[in-house]
């Protein structure tokens, strides 16, 4: 009986060390994703309408979509540097981080524009 997919029993086991870390990387990832997905639901359940319509919703849709999608490209990425530690690769590169920061930099600037509106 296989403990996990076909790939996590090739190459050779990596230093414990190394495993937990890329773990702990993983769930930094997830608590991100939660932190968006817990704003989305603020921001819909909390917060005031905005002077423009529609507005509140698409940016707790935005956030919402981000969270999803953090969540399972954030699991990717530990399969992958899972996956190159097994077999002694290179670890892969990543766009999360850009992609993130970029996000988040657009909705900061799209809320603070629909607040000084009011």
Same mark, same amino acid.
Do not use: H
């Given at each position: ?12 086991e ?13 769930? +930094?990832? %997830?608590?991100?994703?939660? /932190? &968006? $997905? !817990? ?11 905005? =002077?423009?319509?529609?507005?509140r919703?698409?940016?707790? +849709?935005? %956030?919402?979509?981000t969270? /999803? &999608? $953090? !969540? ?11 996956? =190159? ?10 766009? %999360? ?22």
């Amino acid at each position: 009986m296989s403990r996990g997919p076909r790939w996590y029993e090739e190459g050779e086991e990596p230093d414990y060390r190394f495993t937990l870390a890329n773990e702990r990387t993983f769930l +930094a990832w %997830l608590r991100t994703a939660l /932190a &968006l $997905l !817990a704003g989305a639901v603020a921001l819909v359940q909390l917060v005031p309408a905005f =002077a423009v319509p529609g507005a509140r919703s698409g940016l707790a +849709a935005l %956030l919402a979509v981000t969270a /999803a &999608l $953090l !969540a399972a490209f954030g699991y990717r990425r530990w399969a992958r540097v899972q996956r =190159a530690m097994r077999n002694g690769n290179p670890l892969p590169m990543t766009w %999360l981080p850009f992609a993130v920061g970029w996000v988040t930099a657009v909705i900061g600037v799209v809320v603070l524009v629909l607040v000084l509106r009011l």
